[in-house]
T-cell receptor
Framework: DAGVIQSPRHEVTEMGQEVTLRCKPI?????LFWYRQTMMRGLELLIY????????DSGMPEDRFSAKMPNASFSTLKIQPSEPRDSAVYFC????????????FGSGTRLTVV | SQQGEEDPQALSIQEGENATMNCSYK?????LQWYRQNSGRGLVHLIL?????REKHSGRLRVTLDTSKKSSSLLITASRAADTASYFC????????FGKGTRLHILP
């Protein structure tokens, strides 16, 4: 298995532009999580899905952020419009059905908004 | 907050020594997990201990859990240069919440 695949690895964009981050979870995993990591705030859970349905989006910073999971093998996190304070590393993770399993993380997308 | 808090924030030890990191949390949990993150990489799951377990081993890793004190420890024995990384505890109830991590540096 190729693991959790995120794209792009790096993204540099200008303030005000739309940014779309992509994630392909491990086949058979029915939980998908989006995290953001910064030095100041550490790892923050933004949103998570179970069987493609958003379960908890309380960590999404504001309306500029949106996430979708149209099918079991693909999810997107969109920021529109982007701001410099959105600069961070964004991780996607997936886990198998049921509780009591660790997460498999992707390599992350390093986003820089200038 | 459910978030775990690791202690110390940073730790430097000589290669071959044992490294101990601690984690405290505030609410009930189903399980507690430890992850490692190498610089510039994603997190790697190391070990999971359930709330009804007190100790677990995996290779050179030993994890303990004391639910009465709401604390856990991760012991890495016979440390190696490759163990240099950040280590995070993550508490799980309905979702996993991560602490800020301990930066471990193994000196040659």
């Amino acid at each position: 298995d190729a693991g959790v695949i995120q794209s792009p690895r790096h993204e540099v964009t200008e303030m005000g532009q739309e940014v779309t981050l992509r994630c392909k979870p491990i086949s058979g995993h029915d939980y998908l999580f989006w995290y953001r990591q910064t030095m100041m705030r550490g790892l923050e859970l933004l949103i998570y899905f179970n069987n493609n349905v958003p379960i908890d989006d309380s960590g999404m910073p504001e309306d500029r952020f949106s996430a979708k999971m149209p099918n079991a093998s693909f999810s997107t996190l969109k920021i529109q419009p982007s701001e410099p304070r959105d600069s961070a590393v964004y991780f996607c993770a997936s886990s198998p059905p049921g509780r009591g399993y660790g997460y498999t993380f992707g390599s992350g997308t390093r986003l820089t908004v200038v | 907050s459910q978030q775990g808090e690791e202690d110390p924030q940073a730790l430097s030890i000589q290669e071959g020594e044992n490294a101990t990191m601690n984690c405290s949390y505030k609410t009930s949990i189903n399980n507690l997990q430890w992850y490692r993150q190498n610089s510039g990489r994603g997190l790697v799951h190391l070990i999971l201990i359930r709330s009804n377990e007190r100790e677990k081993h995996s290779g050179r890793l030993r994890v303990t859990l004391d639910t009465s004190k709401k604390s856990s420890s991760l012991l890495i024995t016979a440390s190696r240069a490759a163990d240099t990384a950040s280590y995070f505890c993550a508490t799980s109830y309905d979702k996993i919440i991560f602490g800020k991590g301990t930066r471990l540096h193994i000196l040659p």
